[in-house]
């Protein structure tokens, strides 16, 4: 079984970048199933109102549930009192397993990180390079498991990687995905010196092919076990199956 971790499905509004405008069904599912992911993580694309896109991503996972595995987007300042009741609902009503939240919009609250520790829900923070500020919220919520997307940076930033590993071999609630990381030995050194438990293979689909990003995982060339926590066994740990 191998699960993405990371991608994205439905409309954006924002009209001004792929990002926060569209993550088509389609492409991602036709290139997915050719490489043989059975699974997928599936988050908004960047909105105005995550609660609406969340709604509208519940719409599409209930077309394929076996399939998908939803998160929630939540806006720390836009969403601001209300993000218990958001994701709440949305784990109850809709089977959702996780939040993300991106630095782009704003950096996450205490009010989100105890939403996640009392739904027990993981976190998927996308810091976008600022590492340190993984440090402290890691900190604060031992018992709250934060996924840092991209291995800390989309933008190629390797100081972010090596801080991210470093945390993740003090920290033991960081894990990282390995959407987008370009530079394949930090990807080696993960696995090497924060452990094959602390990886997760993500693709930051539709916009980035999930074979492409697959195949960097295969290339790491792991002992079948420790491949298969890579693929998809720590996420179902991560959302408290298996
Ligand atoms: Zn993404």
């Known amino acids: 079984m191998v699960i993405d971790a990371h991608c994205h499905l439905g409309k954006g509004d924002g009209l001004t970048a792929p990002w926060n405008t569209d993550a088509p069904l389609q492409p991602y599912l036709r290139r997915a199933r050719a490489a043989r992911i059975d699974r997928t993580v599936v988050m908004p694309p960047f909105h105005g109102s995550y609660a609406r896109a969340n709604a509208a991503l519940a719409r599409l996972v209930a077309r394929d549930p076996a399939r998908f595995i939803p998160f929630a987007g939540v806006h720390p300042g836009r969403d601001e009192g209300h993000v218990r009741t958001m994701v709440g609902r949305a784990k109850s009503r809709w089977g959702f397993r996780g939040i993300k939240v991106h630095r782009f919009d704003a950096p996450i609250t205490r009010e989100i990180c105890e939403t996640a520790r009392d739904l027990r829900l993981p976190v998927i923070y996308d810091v976008m390079g600022n590492a340190p ?110």
């Open 133 to 242: 500020l993984i440090e402290q919220v890691a900190g604060q919520y031992p018992t709250v498991n934060f996924i840092v997307p991209h291995l800390g940076s989309f933008g190629d930033d390797w100081r972010a990687h090596r801080q991210v590993i470093d945390q993740m071999i003090r920290l033991p609630n960081v894990f990282a995905d390995s959407s987008g990381v370009r530079r394949f030995d930090y990807l080696v050194e993960t696995v090497r010196r924060a452990g094959p438990d602390r990886l997760l293979f993500g693709s930051d689909g539709p916009w980035l092919h999930p074979g492409a990003e697959l195949h960097k995982i295969r290339l790491l060339g792991l002992p079948r076990d420790e491949e298969d926590l890579v693929l998809g066994g720590n996420l179902l740990r991560l959302i408290g199956r298996r």
